[in-house]
Nanobody, 122 residues
Framework: QVQLVESGGGSVQAGYSLRLSCAVR??????MAWFRQAPGKEREFVAT????????DYTASVKGRFIISRDNTKNTMYLQMNTLKPEDTATYYC?????????????????WGQGTQVTVSS
């Protein structure tokens, strides 16, 4: 049984930083990603990283502010979120795929965490 467990969410003021973690258990994965869903909105892609960690991709609104990384020795993926904005407020989900490369659509991810809330106040 594949398990993804997120941690690190919280409430911060705009301009501050948070780091999310996603621990993966029981699966050998390839790409991993972060998605987010704000109230009343559809889930959207945030960032993805290849199995090796050498390739990454980001949605335009977070480029230059967020950094995705992974430590395969610890089976953990991270999302460093800097210069947070109120529009980053959402529930953040980590996802794991069996695809190679850096897929950016949620249909390419078979495994999902339970989500962690990030709230950014102005």
């Amino acid at each position: 049984q594949v398990q993804l467990v997120e941690s690190g969410g919280g409430s911060v003021q705009a301009g501050y930083s948070l780091r999310l973690s996603c621990a993966v258990r029981s699966v050998s994965t390839y790409a991993m990603a972060w998605f987010r869903q704000a109230p009343g909105k559809e889930r959207e892609f945030v960032a993805t990283i290849s199995g090796s960690g050498r390739a990454t991709d980001y949605t335009a609104s977070v480029k230059g502010r967020f950094i995705i990384s992974r430590d395969n020795t610890k089976n953990t993926m991270y999302l460093q979120m800097n210069t947070l904005k109120p529009e980053d407020t959402a529930t953040y989900y980590c996802a794991a795929s069996t695809y190679l490369g850096v897929p950016t659509t949620d249909s390419q991810y078979a495994y999902w965490g339970q989500g962690t809330q990030v709230t950014v106040s102005s």
